[in-house]
């Protein structure tokens, strides 16, 4: 404390009295000071340590308060410094390092120190007056510096197979000391670990050395203790991924390529064209994704082929890699001129292509399947050279076929086909052989007229260029005349001849002629006649009811072909060939009378038929029929020898078809179809088992197949056929068939012994059944159908007919029976005058019943359709329907 109340003595002897003695005697007042500071007037200093230590930076609040029994008497405090200089307020809207703000009404002075520094530290006082006696205390700030990071990231980052060290700076006075841990275990200085004044140093960093380090700043003066974890991530530079060196796209299309990468953090993707050293990640055309090193052709071109560097960067360093794309441009034909040659000489085609790579070129004439190989083809008479070159982006390809001794068979299309790995392209082109007229496709017949019939004598000349044609005949030039025109001159010309004059009967020569040359054709018109007598008619094969003969024709000399043979036939006792009965075939087919009848003698006699008509009979030949005898021998649909072996298609069944035979003068009315096992002995067959055989019969005249079932696999049969008629059996055709291999069945359907007009007929009765019993159910349940219709229940509305009859009682008369819809009177009309109802001739077969009074009172009612008049009772139907 301030002024004589530190003196002790003073304390001592002046305490003990009040102000006035107990007689009213008045002390003098240096005792009256000591009795004032007796009674605690001073000032007090917050915070109350008379030496405080403050770290350098913080900011200070001293506060300065009077601690006396009236306050009133004390005066406003103020701060002094270190150098005894008077600490001031701070200006309005200022904040300066160091001021003082009072407080008056509690009798308070602060001190603000807003970051400390080590020239601020010293002694500050705080004076103040009490009734003119001074006040004063005092403290003294000694400054430190605390724990301080100054480079200490709190994320740092190394590169992998590198030397790096983890920074951490720390400052503070009293310097601190350091200690280092990762993950809690404490790292101590040794291969690979180099502990530092500044950070941790980690030789040949490894990715084992990701992790939290933790730097520890300890300062035992003070005890003050600070950590600091430090992230470490070590990052690894790009490390390129094994991929094709060699990329190929197409042209038009678009393509993308990849660039992958390994890397800590991932790396960052370029582009660029080794070429032209561009960016494609800002070039037309291109995208680059520079996160997933993908690289896009938003449409190739040809000229995009090359070498393209792709190179990922990351902050541990960059890597890059080369890749060569390789554009494939479809083939395409650009040259393929068609070209004309002589027959006889040499004919070329040439057909030039680009495309990327250099496109493959090959020929093939449109008439064969097969390519014309590079090199010599047909014997070397044929000869295809290639060659390619370079064109700017692009390969053009170039091949030559070339014909050597050109004929007509080497004319047309020729296919240039040009191939590469990008596709193909086709063009055709023509090699035109021009020759000279021919007339190989024209034939020598002679062309027929009769009775002044005219006639077209054609000439066609096939030649390259086109020929000339003119006629002669007789070796002199063809004149026109009535008879005669010509029409035509060339490469199609025809002469129409009408020959009212033998002399017009003759050799027409057609000239034809180009620049390579000419040629001719003969032509003969000659005079046509009916046939000649047939040469020979026999007799070939008979049977009771049919007869074949074998007919050798005349000669054609003096006409045009035969057409058909004609004969006459008749019974032996007939003599007049008027009423004989006529069969005519065409030329070279199957000649046979059929029904004819057993038993009996027939005469014939044949003609043969061309286009003028139909030539002289020939003698007669007399026939006698055998008598009735069993069915001919039935033939197979399919020539096949009777000792040969067949094999089926299943192994179960096998199905038989045959023509049907000659009845021989009785219908056929069954065939019996029989089968047996059998073996090859010797080269002869042998039945295995009679019991095995098995017989069935087919009841059909019509019946020309068979399927027989039920066989074992893997099994030779020998299958018979006979026809049979009233008078017995027929040779049996015969057939040897051996089974497919297969699973033999344990059941099988039954041989079908119906034929198809019983199966046919069935159906038919069977949907009839099924119609039947419909309309009964639809009568029963709904009044409608064909029943209900019979029975009335359609009946018509009769309204309009009883307008056309003006009938007076139909609207008393109720519905029928079948119908429930009632009916109300018609308006009244003039009555027309009565029908008379009268039977039909045709539908009455009797009289209708109770036509007097008693018909009339009965329930009926009467219709008319325009054309008859129907009377129908309210009961059961009488009578039929009556014309008026």
Excluded at 344 to 359: D, Y
Aim: charged fraction near 20%; glycine fraction near 6%; aromatic fraction near 8%.
């Amino acid at each position: 404390m301030g002024g004589e109340i530190d003196n002790p003595i003073y304390s001592r002897k002046c305490c003990r009295f009040s102000r006035f003695s107990s007689k009213g005697n008045f002390f003098p007042p240096a005792c009256l000071r000591i009795r004032w500071g007796c009674s605690a007037q001073n000032l007090r200093i917050f915070p109350m340590q008379k030496q405080q230590t403050v770290a350098v930076g913080k900011s200070v609040v001293l506060t300065c308060q009077a601690d006396a029994s009236d306050p009133a008497l004390v005066s406003q405090p103020q701060w002094r410094d270190p150098k005894g200089q008077i600490i001031n307020e701070a200006a309005s809207g200022t904040r300066p390092e160091i001021y003082t703000e009072p407080m008056p009404a509690k009798q308070l002075q602060l001190l603000y120190i807003s970051s400390i520094t080590p020239a601020m530290a010293g002694n500050y006082t705080c004076e103040a007056t009490f009734t003119n006696m001074p006040l004063s205390a005092s403290v003294i700030l000694d400054t430190f510096v605390a724990i301080t990071w100054t480079n200490a990231n709190e994320n740092q980052y190394a590169t992998k197979g590198k030397d790096f060290k983890v920074m951490c700076e720390v400052t503070a006075e009293p310097a601190p000391s350091v200690d280092w841990f990762k993950e809690g275990t404490p790292i101590l200085t040794g291969d690979r670990y180099v502990i530092d004044v500044n950070g941790l140093l980690i030789k040949s960093i490894e990715e084992s050395d990701d992790g939290t380090y933790t730097c520890r700043a300890v300062v035992i003066q003070t005890g003050e203790l600070a950590e600091r974890n430090i992230k470490l991530e070590v990052y690894t530079a790009p490390e390129m991924e094994e991929r094709e060196t060699r990329v190929v796209i197409k042209e038009g299309e678009s393509a993308s390529i990849t660039c992958k990468a390994r890397g800590k953090p991932p790396p960052t993707y370029s582009w660029i064209k080794a070429s032209t050293r561009e960016n494609l990640g800002t070039a037309s055309r291109f995208s680059v994704n520079e996160i997933k090193g993908l690289l896009t052709f938003d449409r190739v071109e040809a000229g995009d082929y090359g070498k393209y560097i792709c190179s990922a960067v990351n902050q541990a360093g960059h890597n890059e890699t080369e890749i060569e794309v390789e554009v494939l441009v479809p083939p395409k034909i650009f040259e393929l001129y068609n070209t004309t040659a002589a027959e006889k000489t040499e004919g070329r085609l040439e057909c030039k292509a680009s495309g990327r790579p250099a496109p493959r070129i090959s020929f093939r004439k449109l008439s064969s399947s097969e390519r014309l190989l590079n090199g010599p083809n047909d014997d070397g008479r044929i000869i295809i050279e290639t060659s390619n070159r370079q064109t700017g982006d692009q390969m053009q390809s170039s091949a030559v076929i070339t014909i050597t001794s050109l004929n007509r068979t080497d004319d047309g299309l020729y296919e240039c086909v040009a191939e590469n790995e990008g596709g193909e392209a086709r063009k055709n082109g023509h090699l035109t052989v021009q020759f000279k007229p021919t007339f190989d496709h024209m034939t020598n017949v002679p062309i027929w007229s009769w009775n002044s019939q005219p006639v077209n004598i054609s000439c066609i000349a096939e030649s390259i260029p086109n020929a000339t044609i003119k006629w002669k005949f007789h070796d002199v030039d063809l004149i026109e005349s009535p008879q005669v025109r010509i029409y035509g001159s060339g490469p199609i010309s025809y002469v129409t001849v009408t020959p009212t004059d033998r002399s017009l009967y003759g050799v027409y020569k057609c000239l034809a002629t180009n620049t390579l040359g000419e040629a001719e054709h003969i032509n003969q018109l000659r005079e046509a006649f009916p046939p000649g007598t047939v040469t020979q008619a026999k007799q070939e094969t008979i049977t009771a009811t049919s007869v074949s003969f074998n007919i050798v024709g005349p000669p054609e000399e003096m006409g045009p072909p035969i057409l058909a043979y004609t004969t006459q036939y008749k019974e032996n006792g007939n003599y007049d060939w008027n009423l004989a009965m006529n069969r005519t075939w065409s030329a070279n087919s199957p000649y046979i009378v059929e029904n004819l009848r057993p038993m009996f003698s027939y005469d014939f006699r044949f003609a043969a038929v061309n286009r003028v008509g139909v030539g002289s009979w020939g003698a007669p030949i007399t026939v006698i029929m055998p008598r009735r005898s069993p069915p001919e021998q039935p033939k197979w649909r399919e020539a096949v020898s009777s000792e040969s072996l067949i094999h089926g298609k299943f192994a179960d069944r096998y199905e038989l078809q045959w023509k049907v035979p000659a009845h021989n003068g009785e219908p056929i009315d069954m065939y019996e179809i029989s089968y047996c096992p059998v073996m090859k002995v010797s080269g002869e067959w042998r039945i295995s088992g009679e019991s095995d055989c098995l017989t069935e019969e087919l009841k059909s005249y019509e019946a020309i197949n068979y399927e027989v079932r039920g066989l074992q696999p893997d099994t030779r049969y020998r299958m018979h056929v006979r026809a049979h008629n009233i008078l017995g059996y027929s040779l049996p055709a015969q057939l040897y068939v051996q089974t497919a291999l297969g699973v033999e069945r344990s059941g099988f359907a039954p041989p079908q012994l119906l034929s198809s007009g019983a199966i046919v007929g069935i159906a038919l009765a069977g949907v009839l059944i099924c119609l039947l019993i419909v309309d009964l159910l639809l009568f029963c349940f709904r009044r409608q159908g064909v029943i209900a219709t019979i029975c009335g229940k359609r009946v018509k509305t009769h309204k309009d007919d009883e307008t056309k009859l003006g009938s007076l009682y139909g609207w008393r008369f109720p519905l029928p029976y079948c119908s429930t819809k009632p009916r109300a009177p018609p308006s009244p009309a003039p009555l027309p005058p009565p029908v008379k109802l009268v039977p039909t001739p045709t539908d009455e077969k009797e009289p209708l019943k109770e036509t007097g009074d008693d018909a009339i009172k009965r329930n009926s009612s009467v219709e008319f359709d325009g054309r008859r008049v129907y009377a129908t009772s309210g009961g059961p139907i009488i009578g039929k329907n009556s014309a008026v």
